[in-house]
């Protein structure tokens, strides 16, 4: 478990796994083979009103992924649980905003051997997740891979979630 | 649409009220069930029983909400059960550690035991 959390001098948005994430998301139209390992098999983005009654969407985005990837029932539920969880960093933080005007902006990218989920939305400086706190510690033993990273005046909450066996579809 | 619902009853002998709660206690439902619970806790009966059986998501929010009605019930002397057979909700229980303070149940019947 990793908890990255950085300050706002940097410039432009990257996930934990920036370089990574930005090269997924911005694809050549010919990777090459060293490029094509870092590319994403599907992606899925969801943004949700910053709303805790909007969760479910995100939690139902990550059961129907869960299915479609051929996960077992076990990680689809501790899936479905972690991006509850994630979202709940926001949302149930005292310092961050009230209202549905911002969104939870969730993103799905499923690799070969893993999924990686982040969920980002602005926050105020200085804003940081409650590491100490029951949602932090129950995330970090529901993924394999557990970041936070403030940049740009957006906080990024970055899941990693390891299959077990190569998926074969 | 409501994704969570209570429901009150008492037991057969009348000493124990039964919640029964369905769904998903989750962010957008703990904060509304806290009064209702902590009414009933704060009420005279002898036992509590949280009956968890239709219960199919919980996650971190919520199961703050039980800690906290474990921690009202034992500083008013209600006994406070817990019936929790679904998967989803047992992981949070065991991811959490929560066993050390609520008194689970696999079945209501047990718990009414």
Known sequence: ?169 | MERFNVTTTLSADRHTAVLAIAGDLDLGASERFWPRLERLLAGSSEAVVLDATSLEFLDSSGLRVLLRAARLAEGVGTALRLVAPHPAVRRVLDLAGAGRCLDVRPSLDEALA
Do not use: N
């Open chain 1, 1 to 169: 478990m990793r908890d990255e959390t950085t300050g706002d001098e940097d410039a432009g948005f990257a996930g934990s796994d920036g370089p990574r994430a930005a090269g997924a998301a911005q694809a050549p139209e010919k990777p090459d083979q060293d490029d094509a390992a870092l590319l994403p098999e599907s992606e899925v983005f969801i943004e949700i009103p910053a709303d805790r009654l909007f969760v479910v969407l995100a939690r139902s985005a990550a059961v129907h992924l869960g299915a479609v990837l051929h996960l077992g029932i076990t990680d689809v539920t501790d899936l479905r649980l972690a991006v509850d969880e994630a979202c709940a960093l926001f949302l149930l933080h005292p310092a961050f905003p009230d209202g549905g005007a911002i969104g939870l902006a969730c993103r799905f990218a499923a690799y070969r051997d893993e999924l990686r989920v982040t969920v980002r939305a602005p926050v105020p400086p200085g804003f940081a997740p409650d590491t100490d706190g029951i949602g932090w510690i129950m995330l970090g033993a529901l993924v394999d891979g557990l970041a936070w990273e403030r940049q740009d005046g957006f906080g990024t909450v970055t899941l990693t979630k390891r299959f077990e066996r190569p998926r074969t579809s």
